[in-house]
């Protein structure tokens, strides 16, 4: 008998998540398709680059899951190649996200390894890295905050909108844990001493 995951189709998941965003249905730019991840995937996933968004869109068309065509607006207007997803293509990310391995995430958290590294950085930079690192989580929730705002609106958009309540949730966490790891560094440092010196 055959691996149930034989049917998926052997594409990179960032294949997926590019014929995924076509899965809503609408017709799409290369453009479009940058600014829906970036208004959606680059929190729990990452945005993909225009580059590797058309090298993905090439690599879906080869594979019969997606068409495209050239649209030529008004004169002085650049023409632009719009991407559709077809049946086949539907069918292939509808497999992939019901039948495809679920890998675990993975945590690649640079401030945190510099932290581990404290002893080699000294106590001003750890707590840079820490305020930093609470600033950038704050910007990124209420920038989801504001995306999910948006989206709010968009009825094919019910799961995307819970993964971005998710981010938000998550960023506002990553703020909280921030502070509190700089609150634990201030603790062990005493009043500004470096215990390393």
Known sequence: MADETDAVLPLPVTSWAVLGLLSFGAELSGYDL????DA????F????SFSQIYGELRRLEAAG???SRLVRPE?????KRLYRITDAGLE???TWAREAPVDAPMLKHPPLLRLWLGHLTGPDRLRETLDALRLDAERLRARAAADLALAAGEPDWAFPLLALRWSERYYAAQRDLA???????DAMLGKGEDPLS
């Open 34 to 37: 940058k600014k829906w991840a």
């Open 40 to 43: 959606s995937l680059r929190y």
């Open 45 to 48: 996933y990452w945005s993909p």
């Open 65 to 67: 899951c997606a068409t």
């Open 75 to 79: 004169a002085g207007a650049r023409p």
């Open 92 to 94: 292939a990310v509808r």
């Open 179 to 185: 502070a509190g790891l700089r609150a634990d560094l």
